[in-house]
């Protein structure tokens, strides 16, 4: 049975900095693209940023280039956001999923509907 835990979610200021993890169990968690997305009230679940099983590659959205770092660690089966710089705009809950199909050679990455595994979510407060 495959299990995604997010943590690390909180309430900073803006400018502040946060770190989610995401552990994985049930998977061969190397062979598996993992995304992070974000979904705001009232608004559908986007795209943050996502990376290849050997962690070489990564792609993220506009909004948060420079700012959010994705990497994987696979010994531990886990991968990371490091959120720098947070703004209000960031304020949402924050999801990990899971899909070993997915490359980053095409746009399909940025598609929720297209990954297995989700995790339940941790919620980001940024306070202006």
């Known amino acids: 049975q495959v299990h995604l835990v997010e943590s690390g979610g909180g309430l900073v200021q803006a400018g502040d900095s946060l770190r989610l993890s995401c552990a994985a169990s049930g998977i061969i968690f190397s062979i598996y693209t993992m995304g992070w997305f974000r979904q705001a009230p009232g608004k559908e679940r986007e795209f943050v940023a996502a990376?290849?099983?050997?962690?070489?590659?990564?792609k993220y959205t506009d909004s948060v280039k420079g700012r959010f770092t994705i990497s994987r660690d696979n010994a531990k089966k886990t991968v990371y956001l490091q959120m720098n710089s947070l703004k209000s705009e960031d304020t949402a809950v924050y999801y990990c999923?899971?899909?070993?199909?997915?490359?980053?050679?095409?746009?399909?990455?940025?598609?929720?509907?297209?990954?297995?595994?989700w995790g339940q979510g941790t919620q980001v407060t940024v306070s202006s």
């Open positions: 990376i290849n099983g050997n962690g070489g590659t990564t």
């Open positions: 999923a899971a899909d070993r199909k997915i490359t980053l050679l095409s746009g399909s990455y940025r598609a929720p509907s297209l990954y297995d595994y």
